[in-house]
């Protein structure tokens, strides 16, 4: 089991470095353009080249990777090129909205998914209908289309939820709560439909196998044969397809934070990309990258204990 975390971990941290290490070659080609933009359109070339010897970016790319790298291990991402704030102070402060929005709404997927899967693998005929029913529209329907519908009733007409802003839950967890409900249901529209369907077509495999039957010819009861044996076996890829769905929610949360006015991880990469704010930029790369390989490695290590056939892998 040892051998099998480090080597995750280790995959984790290769594909940490090379995801920030792209991405510093790809920003490196505006240092230019950025000091242009930071000092204004009368900017003469000898005041650009001035500020660009200051910030160090005339340097050869590869240097500056590395000591940039060097401070990160050090919890130092450095300070906003625009407002001069602490990047890994301001990253924190913005991934905690967006992880307070994105936390509840994998969590309720999750249930609601397994759930349905669940009930439509073990009792089929209109059951499994119904279940069909849902994750096809949650395939169809927009998330953006559902927004708005949602803002429309149950902000503008019935006025029971705001349409835009973000409540902390630790000034009012009454008001946070109201706050996440719209954006937390449209990033679970999909994932529902997705992690039901892995869930139903996995737990009817597995109810179709020679222990269940052998179960069922002892007298276990059908409900201890579903939940304590079936599901566990079909835990394993309703875990990954979780885990996806982190990854895509942590995705969407740009489009969102956006449309609900949220400030949020993914409207402060929004306005720093817009801005060409490469401190910024570097520190949410960095960030992003090590929140999904944590991600990864927890749903790896479960799926390790569900299944002990996988640390082979």
Known sequence: ??????????????????????????????????????????A??????????????????????????????????????????????????????????IVPALLLTAIIATALGVWAASRGGIADRIAQGVSLVGYLVPGLLLAIILVVVFAVQLKWLPATGYTPPTEDPAAWVQSITIPVIVLMI????NMAAQVRGRMIDE???????????????????????????AGSPALTVMS????????????????????GYGSFAFNASLQGD?????????????????VNLITDLANGWLNPKARVR
């Open 1 to 42: 089991m040892i051998f099998y975390i480090a080597k995750r971990l280790g995959t984790g941290i290769v594909l940490a470095l090379l995801v920030t290490l792209i991405t510093f070659l790809l920003l490196s080609s505006s240092f230019e353009d950025v000091a242009r933009t930071i000092l204004g359109p009368s």
């Open 44 to 101: 003469t070339p000898e005041t650009v080249t001035g500020l660009m010897l200051a910030k160090g970016w005339d340097r050869p790319v590869l240097v500056q990777y590395f000591e940039w790298l060097a401070n990160l291990l050090q919890g130092d991402l450095g300070v906003s090129v625009y407002t001069s704030l602490p990047v890994a102070d301001s990253v924190i402060q913005r991934l905690g909205v967006t992880l307070s929005i």
């Open 190 to 193: 999909g994932g529902i439909a």
């Open 207 to 233: 109810l179709r196998r020679d222990y269940v039957r052998t179960l069922r010819t002892r007298g276990i009861p059908p409900r201890q044969i579903v939940l304590q044996h079936a599901l566990r076996n």
């Open 244 to 263: 996806l769905e982190f990854i895509q929610m942590f995705g969407a949360a740009l489009i969102i934070e956006n449309v609900f006015a949220l400030p």
């Open 278 to 294: 490469i401190p910024v930029i570097l520190g949410i790369t960095a960030f992003g990258v090590l929140l999904v390989v944590v």
